[in-house]
Every structure is written in C-alpha cells, then in structure tokens.
C-alpha cells in the first residue's frame, strides 16, 4: 500500500509518497522562510497564501519523484490539526479534492502523532512503550507512547513552546527567523556557563514545562548591556541553549524513570539541535536508557511522517469522510 502525505500546518507546504515499511519513496517540502524571515516569526495569513501557491506543484512532485503511476497510490492523508487554521485549510481541503476526484480514502493525521511517527523513517524504530518528547515551534510535550495511535500526554508547557522560546531570543538578538539553528551554531563559539540562566521547570517534581523564565533572564541580561561583540553574543546563545536543553533533557530522562519506561526518544524540530543530541545521548547511556531521535532531515515538519502515520490509520480502516473539519489545538 503506498499512501500520499500532505502537510501545511504551519510554513512548510510538503508532500510525500510512503509505501509499507515505511519506506519514503519521497519527500518534498517548500519551505517559507524567506517570506517570514523579516518578521521574526511565521506570519498567519502570508503563510495560508503561500500554501495556495505551492501545494499542487509539491503535491505533483512528490508524486514525480516517487515514480509511481497514480493509480497505485491507495489513500490519502493529510494533516488535520493542531496549527494555523488557514494554514490545515489550504491542506486538507486539497487533500479532501484530491481524494474526492480520484475516489480515495481520506486520513485526516493528527500533527503531534505525525511527529511520533518520524522516528520509523529510517534507522532502527524504538519498541513499544517509549517516553517521547515532541519539541517544535508550536508544542513541548511529554507523552508515553504506548502503540501507533496510543500516546497519554505526561505534561507539557505552561507558557512558550522550547522553539519558539530560541526564536524569540534570536529576534531580540536580531539574529532573524528561525533562531534554532542560528543559536545553534553562534553557542558552538559560546561559553555555556557564562550565564547562569535558570532552570525553573527542574524545581517542580511534575511533567510540565516552562521556558518564559529563561526567555525573561535572557532579556534582562540583553536590557542590562545589548551584546555588541561577537563573543558577548556567542557566550549568551551558549547559555541560553545550555539551559533549554538541559531542562528537556533532564525532564524526559525523569518521566521514563518514573513510568519504569527503558526507551525515551525527541522528536519535532528542535530534535534537530546538536547539543540536545549528544547530551541526550550521554545523559541516556549513563541512566541506562535507549534513546532515540529522528535524523535531523525528519525532525522538523515534513509530510513523510505524515503519511507514515497514515499508513498505520489506513490499515485501522480509520478515515474521514468529506464533511471532516480541521481542528487547531489538540484535545
Ligand atoms: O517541528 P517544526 O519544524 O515545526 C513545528 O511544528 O513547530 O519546528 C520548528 C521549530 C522552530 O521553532 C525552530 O527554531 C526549531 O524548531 N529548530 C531548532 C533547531 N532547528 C529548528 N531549535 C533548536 N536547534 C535547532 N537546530
Ligand atoms: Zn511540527
């Protein structure tokens, strides 16, 4: 069975073609950065009109690339929510079309799932159950993923998600849009000890998050004195990120112990951050727990895991008919 992915839940419009593995026959994304970049952050409706612009060219390419006739694809899925609702619109009802006019069976995929599923792109899958920790731009959460469609949310955060937390440092640093990898590489020159920042979410014996109280330090140690030289800024990436991660990292490590769980994985797109990688691996290893992340290429939004999550609903018979409604929170 091969099954179209699309997915427009935020800036990247993308399409993909996975057969049964899953094995991507292929993945493209278009991605929007340029537009919003002189934004410092995602502009709603600039990014539903983008999508208009790119979904069939990305949805036919994803087709082209897969080398498959059409008639070989058996369902489509897209994502449905949680996101930008003009952004899901512009997805899912061209999935909706697509299906219709082909008479296929329509997925409608949870995002935060489509996440999950990332992790069976490609090396070796975690076994069932594992602690999984979703860190995107939109979410940071903690979940015990118990089955294909089986997650129970552990706790999550009370304020800004862990990415959006590094592109809201990067904008006050004028380091522009998305500030993940820009921090990540400016911390690789950086002290990550120079700034003390704090770990407020560590104190709580809860699941849940906070990163507001990082931003906060962050913009006060800006307030105080705006670093102008290279290095002042470096020393603030690298204590920045040191903090966030930390704090990821040592949370997730927590929730497995306490679930009795030997298996925890990161996945959405801060999963993608080299610090975050090797600290968790070597927190890991010392606790005696396997750790698993997607590579990076599958860590931020992309419609692979779209349709691999999909295959999974597929085979449950779980589709949705045409009066299906996308949704923009989860839950
Ligand atoms: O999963 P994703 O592509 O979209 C959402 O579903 O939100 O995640 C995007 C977020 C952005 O906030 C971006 O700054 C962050 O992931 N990000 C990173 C890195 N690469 C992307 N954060 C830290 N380090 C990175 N290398
Ligand atoms: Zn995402």
């Known amino acids: 069975m091969f099954v179209l992915g699309i997915e427009s839940s935020c800036d990247d419009t993308a399409a993909a073609v996975v057969g049964e593995g899953p094995r991507v026959l292929s993945s493209v994304v278009a991605s929007q950065v340029e537009t919003h970049r002189a934004y ?4 709603p409706e600039l990014a539903s009109r983008r999508h208009i612009e790119a979904v069939s060219f990305v949805v ?25 609702v003009g952004s899901l619109l512009v997805g899912f009802s061209f999935a909706k079309g697509f299906a219709l006019a082909r008479g296929l ?46 997650m129970d949310l552990l706790g999550q955060t009370r304020d800004d998600a862990a990415g959006e937390a590094f592109d809201k440092v990067a904008k006050m640093l004028g380091l522009g ?20 920042f704090p770990r407020p979410a560590l104190e709580g014996a809860g ?10 330090a962050v913009v006060r140690r800006i307030a105080r004195e705006l670093p102008a030289a290279e290095e002042a800024v470096a020393d603030l990436a690298a204590s920045f990120q040191e903090a966030v991660v930390e704090v990821l ?30 600290r968790l691996a070597a927190e890991a290893e010392a606790r005696g727990l396997e750790a ?4 990076p290429r599958w860590c931020g939004d992309n419609a692979a895991m779209v349709a691999a999550a999909g295959l999974h609903l597929a085979r449950a018979g779980r589709f949705c008919g045409p009066e299906a409604d996308v949704f923009t929170r989860n839950g």
């Open 207 to 216: 699941f849940d998050f906070s990163f507001s109280g990082i931003k906060t």
């Open 105 to 150: 069976p329509l997925i409608g995929v949870n995002h935060l799932e489509a996440h999950v599923h990332a992790l069976f792109l490609e090396g070796p899958p975690p076994a069932y159950p594992f602690v999984a920790l979703l860190a995107s731009g939109g979410h940071t959460a903690l979940y015990l993923v118990t089955s294909p469609y089986g």
């Open 40 to 43: 410092g952050g995602v502009v």
């Open 177 to 196: 849009y998305p500030g993940g990898p820009v921090i990540e590489r400016l911390a690789r020159n950086g002290d990550p000890r120079r700034h003390p």
């Open 292 to 295: 698993f992340l997607p590579p």
């Open 249 to 278: 990292v040592e949370k997730l490590l927590r929730a497995a112990e306490a679930k009795h769980c030997p298996r925890v994985a990161v996945v959405g797109g801060v999963a993608a951050n080299g610090r975050l990688r090797q």
């Open 60 to 84: 036919h390419e994803a087709l082209e690339r897969a080398g498959l006739r059409l008639e070989e694809v058996a369902a489509v899925a897209a994502t449905r929510g949680p996101g930008l």
